[in-house]
């Protein structure tokens, strides 16, 4: 916590009791910040040492799940030594990180949280879980392109699964990936001679991009979190 907050939301937020019995317990005499008594007032921070009882608390870290449209050029990184940063683009107030990464030239959903426990059940069974993408290229789609796509592509290194892709236009089409190869669709239509000129994802699992505004974020319901940590 980096900004002073209530007394008594601090308290609840501890799991300890509700703000109104923090209320009590406050009028009472029985708590004590950094040794003093409290009032109803007063206001705390992570750096104070609040007792209720004798009984030292602290505030359960509040997790939080955000949905961010990526604008090209911000980079999926939380170093600060890189200028284009997507945590210095959010400037969000609490500790957050990325679940997965789109890579600089793209755009669309990205996941961010504080919760490490859900981002690395998600990471490690990444492979299943669909990513949908709208994708354009330079040059005119051909039905030998669109089969390819579809029964995998040899990278060299490795080879693509099978994906579901439709064409939604002279150059573009809709592609849902359930693999998490670095850079796979670029990479995909480069074997096939092709060269992407846009890409943005649309959906991530069960969050959808939606209208959400290019640089914008929204906090994800507690259906689609509940979602996420199901599967």
């Given at each position: 916590?980096?900004?002073?907050?209530?007394?008594n939301?601090?308290?609840?937020?501890?799991?300890?009791c509700s703000?109104?019995?923090?209320?009590?317990?406050i009028?009472?005499?029985?708590?004590?910040?950094?040794?003093?008594?409290?009032?109803?007032?007063?206001?705390?921070?992570?750096?104070?040492?609040?007792?209720?009882?004798?009984?030292?608390?602290?505030?359960?870290?509040?997790?939080?799940?955000?949905?961010?449209?990526?604008?090209?050029?911000v980079?999926?990184?939380?170093?600060?030594?890189?200028?284009d940063?997507?945590?210095?683009?959010?400037?969000?107030?609490e500790?957050?990180?990325?679940?997965?990464?789109?890579?600089?030239?793209s755009?669309g959903?990205?996941?961010?949280?504080?919760?490490?426990?859900?981002?690395n059940?998600?990471?490690?069974?990444?492979?299943?879980?669909?990513?949908?993408?709208?994708v354009?290229?330079?040059k005119?789609?051909?039905?030998?392109?669109?089969?390819?796509?579809?029964?995998?592509?040899?990278?060299?290194?490795k080879?693509t699964a099978?994906c579901?892709?439709?064409?939604t236009?002279?150059?573009?089409?809709?592609i849902?990936l359930?693999?998490?190869?670095?850079r796979?669709?670029?990479?995909?239509?480069e074997v096939?001679?092709y060269?992407?000129?846009?890409?943005?994802?649309i959906?991530?699992m069960?969050v959808?991009?939606?209208?959400l505004?290019?640089g914008q974020?929204?906090?994800?319901?507690?259906?689609?979190?509940?979602q996420?940590?199901?599967?």
């Amino acid at each position: 916590m980096t900004t002073g907050e209530r007394i008594n939301k601090y308290i609840a937020s501890s799991g300890l009791c509700s703000r109104r019995a923090a209320d009590k317990l406050i009028d009472e005499g029985k708590v004590l910040v950094n040794g003093i008594p409290a009032d109803k007032g007063s206001t705390v921070t992570s750096e104070d040492i609040v007792t209720v009882e004798g009984r030292e608390i602290s505030k359960k870290e509040e997790k939080i799940y955000l949905a961010f449209n990526k604008p090209k050029g911000v980079v999926c990184t939380a170093s600060k030594t890189d200028p284009d940063n997507i945590i210095d683009y959010i400037n969000y107030p609490e500790r957050i990180f990325t679940v997965g990464r789109l890579d600089k030239n793209s755009t669309g959903l990205i996941l961010l949280t504080n919760d490490g426990n859900l981002s690395n059940r998600m990471l490690k069974a990444s492979e299943g879980h669909e990513k949908e993408y709208v994708v354009a290229v330079d040059k005119p789609l051909t039905d030998n392109f669109i089969k390819k796509m579809a029964k995998g592509v040899d990278l060299g290194d490795k080879k693509t699964a099978p994906c579901k892709i439709r064409k939604t236009g002279d150059r573009t089409f809709d592609i849902i990936l359930t693999q998490g190869i670095n850079r796979q669709i670029r990479r995909m239509c480069e074997v096939l001679g092709y060269k992407v000129v846009r890409l943005k994802r649309i959906r991530f699992m069960s969050v959808e991009l939606g209208d959400l505004p290019l640089g914008q974020y929204r906090v994800l319901t507690e259906d689609e979190i509940n979602q996420l940590a199901s599967n």
